[in-house]
């Protein structure tokens, strides 16, 4: 399965990566190279066997439906790169 | 007083309570050493007057008779946890000025403890990495260095300066976290035992996600004493990570005997690899007889999709990574990069594309990949099928034996920028140690011995799930009978 460019500037977009176009050619390369040493693993016989999704038990866990935090809007946009009337602020959406 | 920081926590504890210094004089003292270190690149950000704030703390504590098991211990942090109110980066410049309003729950139990922080420790950014090369804020130099050459060495990744602080006695012990070796392999390089405690163990709150389905907190210490002690006060259940195991947390220290009598050491044929260093093969072999002399039966075990772990690894860690790393979008926190008169999807690929480096995008691309419509099935599932496989041959050897011995990592250190050229080069480190993440399992490094360079190799012990207390002993019982490495020459001074 080879990566050409155009799959790899599918890629980019779907992840919101900015590609140079001159990063395309040597990504691709290099996805092809790793892609290739990780398809030995379809020569593992699979038959029947259940995909592992978590190694341990996982349980439901219940809480009661109460306010534990809150009230730290403050603390919230503290790291905000924008932030504006008490919201995130980012560049227009809508033309 | 600069021989306080020769001592292990064992040691220092008995230091402090017997009053025979205080834990501004030891916090102070690895403050100095952490000073002269500088050039070793250990920490992003230091926080020397937080930590002697908190050995003063320490100290009253002691008089006053309510001081914690760790009260006035010198720590160190890998930069992966959250510290509330201390620049948390993830050794990204994504999250470059990134300063928590929380605390992780690992570091808040440490906090809790007693122990004092020195600051937050250099790493591969967001952890992907084995060399620690990939950090935002430059390469850590190992205080290792092959005999006779003064030519820096990596000192492995990703929790690289937490390794190579607790190595150069800069702190006593440091939090690291493990996804594929993160903690063992790191710990080998740098001549200090290190464990990653069972999944679950310890809990993931507030440790920047990798992959999250196998990223676990551990830590780095001189003695596997030292390991114990510090994971007794890490471990526990939390009900804010919905994979934390509700287990009672053993007194793994006051455990410890060395003693194997009635246990059966599995040796894996498997790990047997080409590009082995001779030396190691050897240590290996030392290995099992020193686990024989403390009484323990050794058997030979298969595992036999060893071979597929690291190709599974691969799938999985970049694919749960592009989904954790997705949240980096320049809107709550982080970088924000906005192309002139660019909208918001412009912004989110500008940041990312500036943000992150050069591993962490591959990751994401392939974790992209192999995610998307089409090759989903072929990639993703099928690695989670071998995913079970790789499992279902743990739980078999441990049917004829009670805990693995195998090598930590094929090779000892390497020099800063020989691996770089190639991924799958570097991803190869982890072979010894990626499979026992896949399934989960309690696993540590213990320095052993020394290549032809005079540069440390490390055994690994894998153990059952939950059982830390025996990976802890058989570890304990190695390192009794391992030849002492010599502390690194402080050549940084």
Same mark, same amino acid.
């Given at each position: 399965m080879a990566v050409d460019h155009e799959m790899v500037a599918r890629v980019a977009r779907l992840a919101r990566l900015r590609l140079a176009p001159a990063e395309v050619a040597p990504l691709a390369a290099e996805l092809n190279r790793i892609l290739g040493w990780i398809d030995q693993l379809q020569a593992v016989d699979t038959e029947g066997v259940a995909p592992l999704e978590t190694v341990i038990p996982i349980t439901r866990a219940w809480r009661e439906d109460v306010v534990t935090e809150g009230d730290c809007q403050a603390d919230l946009l503290a790291n905000a790169p924008a932030a504006a009337h008490g919201f995130f602020a980012v560049p227009k959406v809508i033309e | 007083m600069s021989d306080l920081t020769a001592l292990s926590v064992a040691e220092m504890r008995e230091g402090l309570a017997a009053r025979a210094f205080s834990a501004a004089e030891l916090v102070s003292a690895h403050v100095a050493a952490a000073e002269a270190a500088r050039p070793l690149n250990l920490f992003i950000t230091e926080t020397f007057d937080r930590a002697m704030d908190a050995a003063r703390a320490a100290d009253a504590a002691l008089a006053a008779g309510t001081a914690g098991p760790l009260s006035g211990i010198p720590i160190g942090i890998k930069d992966l946890f959250a510290t509330k109110g201390v620049r948390t980066t993830a050794a990204s410049r994504i999250l470059g000025d990134f300063t928590p309003p929380y605390e992780s729950t690992v570091t808040a139990k440490l906090q809790a403890a007693g122990?004092?922080?020195?600051?937050?420790?250099?790493?591969?950014?967001?952890?992907?990495?084995?060399?620690?090369?990939?950090?935002?804020?430059?390469?850590?130099?190992?205080?290792?260095?092959?005999?006779?050459?003064?030519?820096? /060495?990596?000192?492995?990744?990703?929790?690289?300066?937490?390794?190579?602080?607790?190595?150069?006695?800069?702190?006593?012990?440091?939090?690291?976290?493990d996804t594929g070796g993160s903690i063992r392999?790191?710990?080998?390089?740098?001549?200090?035992?290190?464990?990653?405690?069972?999944?679950?163990?310890?809990?993931?709150?507030?440790?920047?996600?990798?992959?999250?389905? /196998?990223? !676990?907190?551990?830590?780095?210490?001189?003695?596997v004493r030292d390991c114990a002690l510090l994971l007794e006060a890490m471990a526990g259940f939390d009900p804010r990570d919905s994979t934390s195991i509700d287990a009672p947390v053993p007194r793994w220290a006051q455990q410890l005997s060395g003693d194997l009598r009635g246990r059966r050491v599995?040796?894996?044929?498997?790990?047997?690899?080409?590009?082995?260093?001779?030396?190691?093969?050897? #240590?290996?072999?030392?290995?099992?007889?020193?686990?024989?002399?403390?009484?323990?039966? @050794?058997?030979?075990?298969?595992?036999?999709?060893?071979? !597929?772990?690291?190709?599974?690894?691969?799938?999985?860690?970049?694919?749960?990574?592009?989904?954790?790393l997705a949240r980096y979008d320049g809107v709550r926190y982080?970088?924000?990069?906005?192309?002139?008169?660019?909208?918001?999807? =412009?912004?989110?690929?500008?940041?990312?594309?500036?943000?992150?480096?050069?591993?962490?995008?591959?990751?994401?691309?392939?974790?992209t990949y192999v995610l998307s419509a089409g090759y989903y099935d072929a990639y993703y599932r099928k690695a989670q099928k071998v995913r079970a496989l790789i499992a279902r041959d743990?739980?078999?050897?441990?049917?004829?034996?009670?805990?693995? #011995?195998?090598?930590?990592?094929?090779?000892?250190?390497?020099?800063?920028?020989?691996?770089?050229? =190639?991924? @799958?080069?570097?991803? #190869?480190?982890d072979v010894f140690t990626v499979p026992s993440s896949l399934a989960g399992l309690p696993a540590m490094s213990v320095p052993a011995g020394a290549d032809s360079a005079g540069l440390p190799l490390g055994l690994q012990l894998i153990g059952r799930p939950l059982d830390e207390g025996l990976v802890l002993d058989a570890a304990y019982a190695l390192e009794a009978r391992a030849p002492k490495l010599p502390a690194p020459a402080s050549w940084w001074r």
């Open positions: - | 122990a004092v922080s020195l600051g937050k420790l250099n790493l591969d950014e967001f952890a992907m990495g084995s060399s620690n090369e990939t950090s935002a804020f430059g390469p850590v130099v190992s205080p290792v260095r092959a005999q006779g050459s003064e030519a820096p /060495l990596v000192p492995g990744g990703s929790s690289g300066g937490s390794a190579a602080a607790v190595a150069a006695r800069v702190v006593a012990a440091a939090t690291g976290t392999q790191p710990a080998a390089f740098c001549g200090v035992a290190g464990i990653k405690p069972t999944y679950g163990r310890c809990s993931r709150w507030g440790i920047i996600a990798f992959a999250s389905s /196998l990223d !676990q907190a551990g830590v780095f210490a001189r003695s599995g040796i894996p044929r498997e790990y047997r690899v080409e590009g082995m260093d001779p030396g190691l093969e050897a #240590l290996w072999e030392q290995g099992a007889a020193w686990l024989r002399d403390a009484g323990a039966e @050794i058997v030979e075990v298969s595992l036999p999709h060893t071979a !597929q772990a690291l190709p599974t690894y691969y799938i999985l860690a970049p694919a749960e990574a592009s989904s954790n982080g970088l924000r990069v906005v192309p002139e008169g660019g909208g918001l999807a =412009d912004m989110y690929e500008a940041t990312r594309a500036a943000g992150f480096g050069a591993e962490v995008r591959r990751r994401i691309m392939i974790g743990f739980a078999e050897a441990f049917a004829a034996c009670d805990v693995l #011995l195998t090598p930590t990592a094929p090779t000892g250190a390497f020099p800063l920028g020989a691996r770089n050229a =190639d991924p @799958i080069a570097m991803y #190869l480190n």
